[in-house]
């Protein structure tokens, strides 16, 4: 807070010595008391208290002091008394010379000194004031006796006394200059800015205080509330905040808030922050934008918007596009390009892309949905040549992660068509449904399953197979089917002519089964049997054989058939007497008088 002092009086005492050509000093007996009201620039009382004054006395418009001493005071309304030459002071004993020019200034509480300097009269250096009667008087005054003058200067306080204006006492005129205007009203004298010309003299520096704006000019007509130019090479406006809005424009009416023009070919607006947005564009209008930009310079090539990282062009808008370019961290989720609708329907529309004609073309809704419109040939088309072109993923347990209609009524209508590097079709899908699929590798078709059924083949036509598999080549040895293990061995193989081949390491090759009382299997054209099948001999002279064989287990039903002609022959008994091998055995005692040749079937259950 800024600090005035009006003194309300001075009063001076001092020795005179017998050469007044010499330095005069104020001794202990002759120092003067200095009184005055000290207020801020408004004139309002400093508060009530305690304070500390620091006087400090020059030659007239001198530079150093001559004494300083520092007083402590005790302040009514402002109204301060000290007496000077008896204080705490750091430069001596009070000196002055008689017939010279003094001045005093003062500092409040640790603050810069008060200007102006106040003079001190030429009553000090009175020839006769160590003589006179009334100099004794002040000499022997009591302190009650100070005490009342002090309050009779009190008492004068409130009318405002000015003792001096920078220095100047008696009829003092101000007067205005240029657009410098002064008015007075009573005791108020008024500084205003009117007219042209000068008055305000630049450069300006100061720091102030306050809640409101510094600066409001208000321009009631159609000009600019403010113009600045610089003619030079410098700014002609530098704003700085280090909190808040450095700058906040309003306009009423239909100009713009904020007009810019360079016409010197640089920069028409830098904005630069370190610590927040640089520019925000906010507008309430339903049909005007936040942010216009505009290059009016009629070349195709005009650059409207170019953003710039410090690695180069990040975003470059012109007449003729929009580009993109920027290294974004794939780890963390970091898009190029990122679109959200916070529209609380959640469907309002991410991208609307229209045709010449104002038809939809392309739309992608806040809730993903995206559809794709075209009259032409073909309405989209994906190429990629390091990895997957189209990844569709789905978490909806009814609807298809992709879903392709045609809504053409013609039955050859093609929902996809998939095409290889040469223009052939490797895999079509019609609009009934009928898919082909074309291959010159291996494998025409791969489906691996981790989680259920691969492939699930199912038709309501009592004349068609729910799958067929047709291998047109001439070859008999090539497959219809061909299934494999984990291993890769093959365990089961169906050729083209229908010959099937079943290898497995189960104990079970083939299973099939039925409801009861109907044929699980039925076998046209004959059945042949390799491995549980074998012939044996009980020879002449002995009652059984035990035969081998790995297909034989305990429970196995083994069935026989003679191929020799004996006479007399006796029962013929079979059990199995451990895996891997049974016993064929005689139920009599009498061996045989000749070999017992036979045929056996092992069956297991």
Same mark, same amino acid.
């Given at each position: 807070m800024r600090t005035c002092v009006r003194l309300a009086g001075i009063a001076l005492a001092l020795l005179i010595l017998t050469n007044?050509?010499?330095?005069?000093?104020?001794?202990?007996?002759?120092?003067?008391?200095?009184?005055?009201?000290?207020?801020?620039?408004?004139?309002?009382?400093?508060?009530?208290?305690?304070?500390?004054?620091?006087?400090?006395?020059?030659?007239?418009?001198?530079?150093?002091?001559?004494?300083?001493?520092?007083?402590?005071?005790?302040?009514?309304?402002?109204?301060?008394?000290?007496?000077?030459?008896?204080?705490?002071?750091?430069?001596?004993?009070?000196?002055?010379?008689?017939?010279?020019?003094?001045?005093?200034?003062?500092?409040?509480?640790?603050?810069?000194?008060?200007?102006?300097?106040?003079?001190?009269?030429?009553?000090?250096?009175?020839?006769?004031?160590?003589?006179?009667?009334?100099?004794?008087?002040?000499?022997?005054?009591?302190?009650?006796?100070?005490?009342?003058?002090?309050?009779?200067?009190?008492a004068n306080v409130g009318n405002n006394i000015v003792t001096s204006v920078n220095g100047l006492r008696g009829n003092v005129v101000l007067t205005g200059g240029g657009n410098l205007g002064l008015t007075t009203s009573g005791d108020t004298i008024g500084l205003s800015f009117t007219g042209s010309g000068g008055g305000l003299t630049l450069p300006f520096s100061q720091t102030l205080s306050s809640?409101?704006?510094?600066?409001?000019?208000?321009?009631?007509?159609?000009?600019?509330a403010e113009?600045?130019?610089?003619?030079?090479?410098?700014?002609?406006?530098?704003?700085?905040?280090?909190? &808040? %809005? =450095?700058?906040?424009?309003?306009?009423?009416? @239909?100009?713009? *808030?904020?007009? +810019? #023009? $360079? !016409? /010197?070919g640089g920069t028409a607006l830098t904005a630069f922050s370190t610590a927040g947005t640089a520019i925000s564009a906010t507008t309430n209008s339903s049909t005007n934008a936040a942010l216009q930009l505009k290059n009016a310079t009629g070349s195709a090539l005009g650059q409207i918007l170019q953003a710039m990282s410090a690695s180069g062009t990040v975003l470059d808008l012109t007449t003729q596009g929009l580009s993109l370019a920027a290294v974004t961290d794939t780890?963390?989720?970091?898009?190029?390009?990122?679109?959200?609708?916070?529209?609380?329907?959640?469907?309002?529309?991410?991208?609307?892309?229209?045709?010449?004609?104002?038809?939809?073309?392309?739309?992608?809704? &806040? %809730? =993903?949905?995206?559809?794709?419109?075209?009259? @032409?040939?073909? *309405?989209?088309? +994906? #190429? $990629? !040549? /390091?990895?997957?072109?189209?990844?569709?993923?789905?978490?909806?347990?009814?609807?298809?992660?992709?879903?392709?209609?045609?809504?053409?009524?013609?039955?050859a209508a093609g929902l996809i068509s998939a095409m290889n590097g040469s223009g052939s079709t490797v895999f079509s899908v019609a609009g009934t449904g009928a898919t082909t699929i074309n291959s010159t590798a291996n494998n025409a078709l791969n489906v691996s399953s981790t989680g259920g059924t691969a492939i699930s083949a199912t038709s309501s036509t009592a004349g068609s197979a729910a799958l067929?598999?047709?291998?047109?080549?001439?070859?008999?040895?090539?497959?219809?089917?061909?299934?494999?293990?984990?291993? &890769?061995?093959?365990?089961?193989?169906?050729?083209?002519? @229908?010959?099937?081949?079943?290898?497995?390491?189960?104990?079970?090759?083939?299973?099939?089964?039925?409801?009861?009382?109907?044929?699980?299997?039925?076998?046209?054209?004959?059945?042949s049997v390799v491995g549980p099948v074998g012939t044996g001999t009980i020879t002449a002279g002995n009652l059984s054989i035990t035969i081998n064989n790995t297909y034989a287990k305990a429970n196995s039903i083994i069935l026989l058939t003679i191929n020799s002609g004996v006479s007399g022959l006796v029962p013929i008994r079979v059990s199995s007497t451990s895996a891997g091998s049974f016993t064929v055995s005689l139920l009599g005692t009498v061996p045989l008088g000749s070999d017992l040749g036979f045929n056996y079937l092992i069956i297991n259950q």
């Open positions: 007044l050509s010499k330095a005069q000093s104020v001794n202990g007996s002759g120092n003067f008391t200095v009184q005055g009201r000290l207020t801020n620039m408004n004139g309002v009382a400093i508060a009530n208290g305690m304070h500390t004054i620091t006087a400090s006395v020059y030659a007239n418009g001198g530079a150093n002091a001559i004494y300083t001493e520092t007083d402590t005071a005790t302040t009514t309304d402002g109204v301060f008394s000290i007496l000077l030459g008896a204080g705490q002071s750091t430069s001596g004993r009070l000196s002055l010379v008689p017939n010279a020019n003094y001045e005093v200034g003062f500092s409040v509480d640790g603050g810069e000194q008060l200007t102006p300097r106040l003079r001190i009269g030429s009553v000090p250096f009175a020839n006769t004031a160590r003589v006179a009667d009334t100099a004794n008087f002040a000499l022997g005054i009591t302190a009650g006796a100070a005490a009342s003058i002090d309050s009779s200067l009190l809640t409101s704006g510094l600066l409001n000019l208000t321009n009631t007509g159609t000009g600019s113009v600045l130019s610089n003619s030079g090479s410098g700014s002609a406006l530098q704003l700085n905040a280090a909190q &808040g %809005t =450095g700058l906040n424009v309003v306009a009423n009416g @239909g100009s713009p *808030a904020i007009d +810019i #023009t $360079n !016409s /010197g780890t963390g989720g970091n898009a190029l390009l990122k679109l959200q609708n916070l529209s609380a329907s959640g469907s309002g529309n991410l991208i609307s892309a229209v045709s010449a004609g104002g038809s939809p073309i392309f739309t992608l809704s &806040g %809730t =993903g949905a995206a559809t794709l419109n075209a009259t @032409g040939n073909t *309405a989209l088309s +994906i #190429t $990629n !040549s /390091g990895g997957t072109a189209i990844s569709a993923t789905g978490n909806n347990a009814t609807a298809a992660a992709l879903q392709v209609k045609n809504n053409s009524t013609a039955t067929q598999l047709q291998n047109t080549a001439s070859g008999s040895a090539n497959a219809l089917l061909a299934a494999k293990d984990s291993a &890769g061995n093959t365990v089961l193989n169906v050729a083209s002519n @229908g010959a099937t081949t079943i290898s497995s390491s189960a104990t079970t090759a083939l299973t099939d089964s039925t409801t009861s009382g109907n044929t699980a299997a039925r076998i046209v054209g004959g059945l």
